[in-house]
């Protein structure tokens, strides 16, 4: 197991003087492919670095600290040391953000609506640009519905999910914004949403750790997945196993710590869990191959686990103050993870060689040969 320490990699760790409360990976492919379609060759060298795109600030009052949009750029091992760009919203604070996997753009909550944000690719031949501007589309259905706390879309980008602080959870096609489903009390707050790798299922789970799956073509709960003892859910997660089993992971907190259960997507029997810290955790993600578990703690601390449960790295105050996002990178060689201390970070996850099971058989035949020419000559 790999433990780091805060003052390492500090490159990959920058302030950037908001306090962060959403972010995610851009989707630098299909934006280009969208906006500046080019040859290979061309795109290849075009995209040799990585995107983010945060979102957070002081919120309303004269805190003297802007709400706004960032986009910074990840460069093999490092962080850009200030916003590549900047998009203020005014006096309304971003205080959740979906980013549409297949490119379109930037969806926001913000105190009493959801706004849309569209990627700006400059006409100029600087590479690697990309910028963020305030879309004309206007989302009607999620106008003046007060705070969001969940938004996100399904794999393919086709339906958007979000849940408010009133408990109010709805389902839009996308982009037409055609309701799917629409639940007043679905939760007394919802808290976190997932939708299943196919897009079939949306797991919504509230307050007072109540949880729920939903079909989302008949809009029809499916389960409802109890708590034990004094589990209190925290957050959830679909994610896919290498023979394409999906599996349903939810953060809880205990009296002993922090710990992670994992659900059959069949029978919506629980089949697990483990504690993986002993504070509260405020973040969570898994990657998109299924093989890490992210979860980050209200001290600042990151554990990733592999799909074994088993700890893979641990870095003590990754972060000075609570953790309010993790995300993997689409190749899950990274996760991204931002605080209320205004700082981002990124931290890359190493992959440990399998061990080759023929050489472990060649030491333990070296191994009993020496031992029997030992041997031999005594008894002889």
Same mark, same amino acid.
């Given at each position: ?19 962060? %409360? ?67 919203? /005014?006096?309304?604070?971003? %205080? ?74 709805? +389902? ?17 707050? +919802? ?9 079939? %299922?949306?797991?919504?789970? /509230? ?36 023979? !394409? ?16 259960? %994992? ?9 697990? &869990? ?10 969570? !993600? ?55 201390? &205004? ?20 030491? $333990? ?10 041997? $031999?000559?005594?008894?002889?």
């Amino acid at each position: 197991m790999a433990k780091k320490k805060n003052g390492e990699d500090s490159a990959c760790s920058q302030k950037y003087g908001v306090p962060i %409360y959403g972010a995610a990976w851009v989707p630098t492919n299909n934006i280009f492919d969208k906006q500046k379609p080019m040859e290979n060759d061309e795109q290849d060298s075009e995209l040799s670095s990585s995107w983010l795109v945060f979102c957070g600030g002081g919120g309303e009052g004269r805190s003297g600290i802007p709400n706004s949009l960032l986009l910074a750029q990840f460069d093999s091992n490092s962080l850009s040391p200030n916003p590549m760009s900047k998009l203020g919203t /005014g006096a309304d604070l971003p %205080y959740r953000m979906a980013v549409h996997p297949g490119g379109d753009g930037v969806i926001c909550s913000f105190p009493k609506s959801c706004r849309w944000f569209e990627w700006d690719v400059p006409e100029s031949s600087e590479k690697h640009k990309v910028d963020l501007k305030s879309s004309e589309k206007m989302l009607t259905q999620l106008e003046d519905v007060g705070q969001q706390l969940a938004v996100t879309f399904n794999a393919e980008g086709s339906a958007l999910a979000v849940g408010g602080e009133d408990g109010h959870l709805r +389902v839009f096609k996308w982009p037409s914004m055609e309701v799917i489903l629409d639940e007043n009390d679905a939760h007394a707050t +919802v808290k976190d949403l997932s939708f299943s790798s196919d897009g079939k %299922y949306l797991v919504s789970l /509230g307050s007072g750790s109540s949880c729920r799956v939903w079909d989302v073509s008949s809009s029809k709960i499916v389960a409802s997945l109890p708590k034990e003892n004094d589990e209190m859910f925290g957050s959830c997660r679909f994610s896919q196993t290498k023979d !394409n089993t999906q599996i349903l992971y939810i953060t809880a907190m205990r009296g002993q710590g922090g710990s992670i259960i %994992y659900w059959d997507t069949t029978s919506w029997k629980r089949i697990g &869990s483990k504690q993986v810290v002993r504070d509260p955790i405020s973040a969570f !993600n898994v990657s998109s191959d299924g093989e890490f578990l992210a979860v980050g703690t209200i001290q600042g601390d990151i554990f990733i686990v592999n799909s074994s449960m088993q700890a893979h790295t641990v870095i003590k105050k990754a972060h000075l103050g609570l953790i309010t996002v993790l995300m993997f990178s689409d190749d899950s060689r990274h996760v991204a993870s931002t605080s209320l201390d &205004s700082s981002a970070r990124v931290t890359l996850i190493q992959r440990k060689k399998k061990q080759n099971g023929l050489s472990i058989w060649v030491v $333990l035949l070296v191994l009993l040969l020496a031992i029997l020419a030992y041997i $031999l000559p005594l008894v002889m």
